[in-house]
């Protein structure tokens, strides 16, 4: 026959159960039961030390649980998306648009959501693509997902948007299809707003950004 611990949860408790109830949950709590007040002590410090550790992933370096060198990516992710992050493609390398949809996809896309004004331009940075690779083959493809470039491309691949036209692959400015801008560090112009300009020679495309809520 199991043996039945029987533990008051109501306000007779002692102040260490009732913080070890609280903090620890009840299991915590039941192992108090039957123990002196010095036990109980070293019990609830022990508790509180481990708890400590498992939400602050600094006490555990520290401890020497996780090595000091360990960036935190490596904690949380570990060393294979340290390594992809210092392998990311480049626009220009021959695996940056596989399975990625085609500038003529993109222009049917923005037709479909900009069902008004005028033609828009290619974009100039990121060549109607509306970004690039940056790992092939970074995830598996889900259970169950058909094996295509478009679900490739969903699922598999670890990709970046372009900055210039959103994602798009088109704009709507001709400074944005005749340039690939590089902007400066901005100039503050009022609360939470910056002018950042373009500088590529011949542009000086100014653009402001309010990073208020």
Known sequence: MAKTVNFRVGRGRTREARKAFSSHGLLAAMDLVGMTDDEKRAALAKHAHAAGAQQDPSAKESA????????????????????????????????????????????????????????????????????????????????????????????????????????????????????????DQGTSVGHCLKDYTCQKPGCGRVIAIDSSD
């Open 64 to 183: 020497g649980d996780v090595p000091p060198s360990q960036s935190r990516v490596e904690r949380e992710h570990g060393a294979e998306q340290v390594q992809h992050e210092s392998q990311y493609l480049t626009a220009d390398h021959p695996d940056a648009y596989v399975d990625f949809p085609t500038p003529a996809d993109k222009l049917a896309r923005w037709r479909q959501y900009h069902t008004m004004g005028p033609e828009p331009f290619i974009c100039a940075r990121c060549k109607g693509y509306g970004g690039h690779n940056l790992v092939v083959n970074a995830y598996p493809l889900p259970a169950g997902v058909e094996d295509t470039p478009e679900n490739r491309h969903k699922y598999c691949h670890l990709s970046s948007s372009c900055m210039q036209c959103a994602g798009w692959g088109y704009v709507t400015d001709r400074r944005d299809a005749v340039c690939a801008h590089e902007f």
